[in-house]
């Protein structure tokens, strides 16, 4: 396959799929960093570009539409990919416009996004360090998911309220929520600490809280 090719199908296919100004943003193609990012990181590692779209638009924390760079979507999975350069736009930035960033970035954060930021830098020179940078965070995400597949269905779902809840929770609390007796959510709760998936959050000769093992904090659903 050819890069060239590729990356003018890639364009094409996401041209034909937009309207308005999601469409203004890719009629006249990338630009020069983003190009090289393509060409440089991502083109090397995986010689196709499934799952990835450019210039993606998101709504952001002030309700208006913003676009990251590239997002890379899969099923209960996304990255937003940034290219930072050294030109005007940062040297010339101002407090008030410096901190609207940093919120952008925390709402992409608590709305579930891993983001990930490269300096045409390192794209330009030092691609492999990017590449690794990208290699570990879809790795550690393909190994989660091959865990989770291993868990019965309310397995998951136990795993599933650890990850969302802010409190430990009891065997009384997940029978009641998971329709199911007292004892059989002590032995599923169990089961999980010994796998790994959940810890004790209180009591040490007799447990009587469970809260999501500090290995599974990133676990993305």
Known sequence: MNFLEEYEKFLTMHREL?????????RSGLGHAEQ??????????FHHFENLHPEYEIRDYKEGSRYIDF????????????IDGLGSHWRDITQWQFSEHCQRQNSLVIDGWHVLRFTFDDV????????QTIQQLLGRWQSNSLDIKDLSLIE??????GLRSLQPMTPKEISTILHIST???????HKLVQEH???????????TSYKLHLSKKNIKW
């Open 18 to 26: 937009r309207t308005g100004a999601r469409l203004e943003r890719l």
């Open 197 to 207: 998936w959940l810890e004790p959050a209180s009591g040490k000769v007799r447990i």
């Open 183 to 189: 004892k059989h959510a002590q032995v599923l709760l």
């Open 156 to 161: 998951r779902e136990i795993v599933r309220l």
């Open 36 to 45: 090289k990012f393509l060409h440089n990181v991502w083109w090397p590692m």
């Open 71 to 82: 997002a890379y979507v899969e099923p209960y999975f996304q990255v937003a990919i940034e």
């Open 124 to 131: 330009n020179e030092r691609p492999r360090l990017c590449q």
